[in-house]
């Protein structure tokens, strides 16, 4: 199968400049170790030759000997190399020497030295529509961030097409695979996560049936602001077995350290009303293709359930959006108010620069969703911040084009960075 380039590489290639070793993090399956390896001129699998915990134990600088920049795979599973990388990017004083690439942080009892000066993070998602050549890319972020752009037209897709990217999920080894294997794939993805993953993140015994509740818990609630409590609540009513508050922190905490749970901040503007702003995060797993698997769904039940694709869908665009934003040195909020009004996404570049996004599965909606985006921007105190660059409605079985009001309409086979 031929690499697929990702769009992280330009980031990759100046941190590689820019630092001795960069640390590339993201969940299991992404494709770390492929990207990495288009620049390595040496390997090392830490998880996968016998010799490494011999040698980790008599003489680590071993490791370190190679061809640079020397990839260093799975490095979580011999944490301590990090302290050794360190020391070995003092004493060469180059940069670009070493790619460490994780699915894991390493356990907390694991004593780690500061890598300032030495390291810099890059961190990978599952794959996107542009790079899977599924998005033309016209409408791009970069343009949106800074208020530009020209006026397009783009044809819409079908819901039948959307749905099944969604199962699929954006996983390198699922590319040009049938829906049939891609969920048994994802469903042994989950059992791995269940069984195996979340024992080995930190070496403490998990129930794998609790484990596998709270995903389904989580899954049910995809791009929403769920907190603890909810997510209590939910798994008593809807599974078999229950998890204490205690309980539960700890396997969301380890679900993070897998980087198969991301939470979507909330944004803090400032703005005209006296409505208080609310700080809980939405919830989202690294792949919406994971919620799919956990709840054991599949195309024809997600057909019946439009409501809840929706929240995959937003998911999904939420996903695009994060790694989209990544590349424009933006991240991607959410807004929420005591009186009710919610924004899905507010892009925000480190100038201060951001555009407001609504993510609507549906036509149905548009109207609605513009009305919205126009409140929001009205209530922004323009004395104290500047108004958002865009307004935007991203859509799936939408067209891509440009309202007479000057909002944008977004498939998302038509966004790219």
């Given at each position: 199968?031929?690499?697929?380039?990702?769009?992280?590489?330009?980031?990759?290639?100046?941190?590689?400049?820019?630092?001795?070793?960069?640390?590339?993090?993201?969940?299991?399956?992404?494709?770390?170790?492929?990207?990495?390896?288009?620049?390595?001129?040496?390997?090392?699998?830490?998880?996968?030759?016998?010799?490494?915990?011999?040698?980790?134990?008599?003489?680590?600088?071993?490791?370190?000997?190679?061809?640079?920049?020397?990839?260093?795979?799975?490095?979580?599973?011999?944490?301590?190399?990090?302290?050794?990388?360190?020391?070995?990017?003092?004493?060469?004083?180059?940069?670009?020497?070493?790619?460490?690439?994780?699915?894991?942080?390493?356990?907390?009892?694991?004593?780690?030295?500061?890598?300032?000066?030495?390291?810099?993070?890059?961190?990978?998602?599952?794959?996107?529509?542009?790079?899977?050549?599924?998005?033309?890319?016209?409408?791009?972020?970069?343009?949106?961030?800074?208020?530009?752009?020209?006026?397009?037209?783009?044809?819409?897709?079908?819901?039948?097409?959307?749905?099944?990217?969604?199962?699929?999920?954006?996983?390198?080894?699922?590319?040009?695979?049938?829906?049939?294997?891609?969920?048994?794939?994802?469903?042994?993805?989950?059992?791995?996560?269940?069984?195996?993953?979340?024992?080995?993140?930190?070496?403490?015994?998990?129930?794998?049936?609790?484990?596998?509740?709270?995903?389904?818990?989580?899954?049910?609630?995809?791009?929403?602001?769920?907190?603890?409590?909810?997510?209590?609540?939910?798994?008593?009513?809807?599974?078999?077995?229950?998890?204490?508050?205690?309980?539960?922190?700890?396997?969301?905490?380890?679900?993070?350290?897998?980087?198969?749970?991301?939470?979507?901040?909330?944004?803090?503007?400032?703005?005209?009303?006296?409505?208080?702003?609310?700080?809980?995060?939405?919830?989202?797993?690294?792949?919406?293709?994971?919620?799919?698997?956990?709840?054991?769904?599949?195309?024809?039940?997600?057909?019946?359930?439009?409501?809840?694709?929706?929240?995959?869908?937003?998911?999904?665009?939420?996903?695009?959006?994060?790694?989209?934003?990544?590349?424009?040195?933006?991240?991607?909020?959410?807004?929420?108010?005591?009186?009710?009004?919610?924004?899905?996404?507010?892009?925000?570049?480190?100038?201060?620069?951001?555009?407001?996004?609504?993510?609507?599965?549906?036509?149905?909606?548009?109207?609605?969703?513009?009305?919205?985006?126009?409140?929001?921007?009205?209530?922004?105190?323009?004395?104290?911040?500047?108004?958002p660059k865009s307004l935007n409605i991203i859509t799936g079985t939408g067209m891509s084009y440009r309202r007479p009001d000057g909002i944008n309409v977004i498939s998302l086979a038509s966004l790219?960075?």
């Open positions: 199968m031929r690499y697929i380039k990702r769009l992280v590489e330009d980031d990759l290639v100046a941190k590689m400049a820019a630092s001795g070793a960069v640390l590339i993090k993201g969940p299991k399956s992404c494709g770390k170790t492929e990207t990495a390896s288009q620049y390595a001129k040496s390997e090392l699998k830490m998880d996968r030759d016998p010799q490494v915990s011999v040698i980790m134990a008599t003489n680590p600088q071993l490791l370190l000997q190679g061809e640079t920049p020397r990839l260093i795979d799975e490095w979580q599973e011999q944490p301590e190399i990090w302290n050794y990388v360190r020391h070995e990017v003092d004493k060469r004083k180059s940069k670009g020497q070493f790619l460490l690439t994780g699915s894991a942080n390493p356990p907390e009892n694991v004593r780690l030295h500061s890598g300032a000066g030495r390291f810099t993070v890059l961190q990978m998602d599952t794959m996107t529509w542009q790079e899977l050549g599924y998005s033309s890319g016209t409408v791009k972020l970069s343009d949106l961030l800074i208020g530009a752009g020209n006026d397009y037209y783009e044809p819409s897709i079908s819901l039948d097409f959307i749905i099944e990217r969604i199962c699929i999920g954006g996983w390198p080894t699922l590319i040009n695979e049938n829906i049939k294997n891609a969920l048994n794939m994802n469903r042994g993805y989950i059992d791995l996560l269940c069984e195996v993953d979340m024992i080995r993140v930190s070496g403490v015994r998990r129930n794998p049936y609790k484990v596998r509740s709270l995903l389904r818990s989580l899954s049910r609630n995809i791009a929403t602001l769920v907190d603890n409590k909810t997510l209590e609540k939910d798994v008593k009513i809807n599974e078999t077995n229950e998890l204490s508050r205690n309980t539960l922190s700890d396997y969301l905490e380890a679900l993070s350290k897998l980087m198969i749970l991301y939470e979507q901040p909330s944004f803090n503007p400032h703005i005209r009303s006296s409505a208080s702003l609310r700080k809980s995060p939405k919830r989202h797993l690294c792949d919406p293709s994971l919620a799919v698997a956990a709840l054991g769904l599949d195309k024809e039940s997600l057909m019946k359930d439009i409501k809840y694709t929706g929240f995959l869908f937003e998911s999904l665009a939420t996903h695009e959006l994060n790694v989209y934003a990544k590349t424009n040195d933006a991240i991607v909020y959410h807004y929420n108010d005591s009186y009710g009004y919610e924004v899905d996404a507010i892009v925000q570049k480190r100038n201060g620069d951001y555009a407001a996004f609504e993510i609507k599965l549906g036509v149905g909606f548009i109207n609605e969703a513009a009305e919205n985006l126009k409140k929001f921007a009205a209530n922004i105190d323009t004395e104290k911040m500047e108004s790219g960075i």
